[in-house]
């Protein structure tokens, strides 16, 4: 799984780092998504993808590539 954030779309609602805390981050400046894991663990991924389905702006895609 690799996981993208676009930074440009971001609202800054902080779903993603509330669902998957391992895999996103909020910039303590603007509050946008900081991503940590682009290539998540096994155990991480369930959740990344939640993450991603959460984001009220869809910024955050995952492809199994
Ligand atoms: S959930 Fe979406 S809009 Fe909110 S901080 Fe994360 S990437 Fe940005």
Redesign the pocket.
């Known amino acids: 799984m690799r996981v993208r954030?676009d930074r440009e779309v971001?609202?800054?609602?902080?779903?993603?780092?509330l669902t998957a805390p391992e895999v996103?981050d909020?910039d303590d400046g603007d509050?946008?998504?900081v991503l940590l894991a682009p290539v998540p663990p096994p155990g991480l991924r369930g959740r990344a993808a939640e993450?991603a389905g959460?984001?009220?702006?869809g910024?955050?895609t995952v492809s199994d590539t």
Do not use: E, K, T, W
């Open positions: 954030a971001c609202v800054g609602a902080g779903m993603c780092a996103f909020q509050g946008r998504v993450a959460l984001c009220p702006s910024a955050i």
